[in-house]
């Protein structure tokens, strides 16, 4: 089993910034890819960031320039880290890991609230 711990949210006013930690234990030699995920009220989960083991990224076109994945293998954690933040970014969320040959994991979320 892999369990994910997520910290680092709260609420900050538009233009500022945060950084969201996700903590990964238990089997995690299993650990393969891993992201950020936000699920805003009435919204279906969409994707924020990606990283590879070997630290490859992707982010979506709308935190692109705003936000930073990074990931330190030695410590089993990934970090999103967030600025310029706007109400829009207002959501839970998600850190999520894909394992290999078991089924993708995720943390408990956190609470981003980005205040105008």
């Known amino acids: 089993q892999v369990q994910l711990v997520e910290s680092g949210g709260g609420l900050v006013q538009a233009g500022g910034s945060l950084r969201l930690s996700c903590a990964a234990s238990?089997?995690?030699?299993?650990?393969?890819?891993m992201g950020w995920y936000r699920q805003a009220p009435g919204n279906q989960r969409e994707l924020v960031a990606t990283i590879t083991k070997g630290g490859s990224t992707t982010y979506a076109d709308s935190v692109k320039g705003r936000f930073t994945i990074s990931r330190d293998n030695a410590k089993n954690t990934v970090y999103l880290q967030m600025n310029s933040l706007k109400p829009e970014d207002t959501a839970v969320y998600y850190c999520n890991a894909e394992l290999i040959l078991a089924p993708p994991r995720w943390g408990q979320g956190t609470q981003v609230t980005v205040s105008s």
């Open positions: 238990g089997s995690i030699f299993r650990i393969g890819d």
